[in-house]
């Protein structure tokens, strides 16, 4: 039988994305050891982000622990939200336990165990805690298309950068800012693109600077631009669509799901914490980020359920601040 490495902290903060790691600070700050967990790298879901992305909030909203986030440009790029959330790490101590999958979290009298695997030697770790905060966030359950093909090894739903598709014909799929920043990005890096959106328009949240450039593309045709246009199917060299003027078949050697993520919820539903079936939000005390199973506290987009465009950096890095006001048995600072 495998034998687990344990040990004892206050807090166990699950996920270190920009929101777990704002709740570490102001837990840490209050007085409370609460290392991080994280599957991957620190603010991992940043570091899947495209490479010469450009945030659409202000440095300042992104900001955590009263440390300045200073950029040189008028917004920050993922480059510098990187080495932003590495120094807040850094400057606070806080400890991120990286490349560690939390598997399961069980109760145990008044607190928790909380079981999770070195990925990287496969060694088991058992950490008791009084609390936890769960703030998985979402890009570990992207939405699924449900089509034949969607499993192939050229498809996608992760976008780093064009240079990959130059010279191919490549296919994005959706209509928000992450499928148009994609397009853009392979169209200049010497791909041929096809844009598929199921309505009718691009979505009216695209960034306002980035509008006319891809408005023009399309117009222009240098992106071909296939709305209304559900996928069907996909194979090795094509992507299959369906309008209402009939049925359409898109070359492509790679394609991109751009479709968004799902919350994940799975430690939530665990531990035993509702979740409303019309939305997806767990039960908690938005008050204090606490949820109906004492001690399991949310950080983060899981607050929004499904509906991820609820909840981003600039409001989920205030819940750990009320998250260590609660645990403190204080009123948090306004």
């Not at 919350?263 to 980020?289: F, I, K, R, Y």
């Not at 609820?310 to 609660?326: D, M, P, Q, S, W």
Request: contains cysteine; negative net charge; aromatic residues 8%.
């Amino acid at each position: 039988m495998e034998q687990a490495v344990r040990e004892r902290v206050d807090v166990v903060v699950v996920g270190g994305g920009p929101c777990g790691l704002a709740a570490a600070v102001s837990l840490e700050r209050a007085g409370f050891g609460a290392p991080i967990i994280e599957r991957g790298s620190i603010v991992s879901g940043i570091a899947s982000y495209p490479t010469y992305m450009t945030f659409f909030s202000t440095a300042e909203k992104l900001g955590i622990g009263d440390i300045p986030f200073v950029v040189a440009g008028e917004k920050p790029t993922r480059r510098d939200a990187l080495a932003y959330y590495r120094a807040v790490a850094e400057h606070y101590g806080i400890r991120v336990r990286q490349y560690e999958n939390v598997e399961r979290i069980e109760r145990v009298g008044d607190g928790f165990v909380v079981h999770s695997r070195v990925v990287r030697s496969g060694e088991l770790v058992a950490t008791e805690a009084a609390a936890i905060v769960i703030a998985t966030g979402y890009f570990g359950r992207p939405n699924a298309l449900g089509v034949p093909g969607e499993d192939l090894p050229h498809v996608s739903h992760l976008f780093l950068e064009g240079h990959e598709g130059w010279g191919q014909d490549v296919v994005v799929v959706g209509g928000g800012n992450s499928a148009v920043d994609a397009a853009l990005d392979l169209y200049r890096s010497g791909s041929r693109v096809s844009l598929v959106h199921y309505r009718p328009a691009l979505k009216s949240t695209i960034k306002s600077w980035v509008l006319p450039d891809i408005a023009n593309r399309l117009a222009e045709g240098s992106i071909r631009g296939y709305f209304g246009s559900r996928v069907v199917r996909i194979t090795p060299d094509e992507v299959i669509v369906a309008s209402d003027a009939g049925e359409a078949r898109i070359p492509a050697q790679h394609v991109y799901l751009m479709l968004g993520y799902q919350p994940n919820s799975g430690l939530l539903t665990q531990l035993g914490v509702p979740l409303d079936e019309e939305t997806g939000v767990p039960a908690h005390d938005p008050a204090t980020m606490e949820t109906s199973v004492p001690g399991v506290f949310i950080a983060g987009v899981l607050a929004s359920g499904f509906d991820a465009n609820k909840t981003f950096i600039e409001n989920g890095r205030h819940h750990g601040g009320l998250i260590a006001a609660a645990l403190a048995g204080r009123t948090a600072p306004r």
